[in-house]
């Protein structure tokens, strides 16, 4: 079964930056687009960013824009998540997904990994 395992989550200030990791176990994977989520207790989860399999087609969430940056190494089998400039609204579990195409709705990703924690503090 294919597996996505994302990394690089953790407790950072606001201002600081991180990059997440997500690994695909299969080299199907770098025909999928990777789309990265979150979300925060009690709400829904929310679009970050997306990436189709070429790397050609990013997508980002307005709240992100500017400040997160989407990649891929397909050879590596990995997506990274480049987060700059992070602020605590930034605090939160985030998903990487696997799908057919570059999406914003959850609803095109089949495969989803278990989340890694990012929290801001102020």
């Known amino acids: 079964q294919a597996q996505l395992v994302e990394s690089g989550g953790g407790l950072v200030q606001a201002g600081d930056s991180l990059r997440l990791s997500c690994a695909f176990s299969e080299r199907t994977f770098r025909s999928y687009a990777v789309g990265w989520f979150r979300q925060t207790p009690g709400k829904e989860r929310e679009f970050v960013s997306a990436?189709?399999?070429?790397?050609?087609?990013?997508l980002y969430a307005e709240s992100v824009k500017g400040r997160f940056s989407i990649s891929r190494d397909n050879p590596k089998n990995v997506v990274y998540l480049q987060m700059n400039n992070l602020i605590p609204e930034d605090t939160a579990v985030y998903f990487c997904?696997?799908?057919?195409?570059?999406?914003?709705?959850?609803?095109?990703?089949?495969?989803w990994g278990q989340g890694t924690q990012v929290t801001v503090s102020s």
């Open positions: 990436i189709s399999w070429s790397g050609k087609n990013r």
């Open positions: 997904a696997g799908g057919g195409v570059a999406a914003m709705t959850s609803l095109a990703y089949d495969y």
